[in-house]
């Protein structure tokens, strides 16, 4: 199999290896993807989950860290009450 832009760009012969790692690369990735996160298009919705989200209570923040020993969120909040609350983990395991 050859990719199209070596006949193009005959120069890039001298690259193909890393190219087609690449290549390779990307295809792994996107059938990762693919199976175990539905798609390039659901994985990308990720910022609907982690980072900062408001709920009816407030605002909910996550993050995936697994190896993490501490976290800090540096920051100035606008709330005095805020700056008095401390950052805790909550468990949460999906087992499906």
């Known amino acids: 199999m050859s990719l199209k832009i070596f006949e193009i760009d005959g120069t890039l012969r001298g690259c193909e290896g890393q190219i087609w790692d690449r290549v390779n690369g990307y295809r792994w990735w996107k059938n990762e993807l693919a199976e175990k996160e539905g798609?390039?298009?659901?994985?990308?919705?990720?910022?609907?989950?982690?980072?900062?989200?408001?709920?009816?209570?407030?605002?909910?923040?996550?993050?995936?860290?697994?190896n993490a020993k501490q976290v800090f969120l540096i920051g100035e909040p606008r709330a005095e009450r805020i700056k008095s609350l401390p950052l805790f983990c909550s468990l949460?395991?999906?087992l499906q």
């Open 39 to 66: 798609g390039f298009e659901k994985f990308a919705e990720g910022y609907k989950i982690f980072g900062f989200n408001k709920t009816e209570g407030g605002y909910i923040y996550r993050e995936w860290l697994p």
């Open 92 to 94: 949460v395991l999906d």
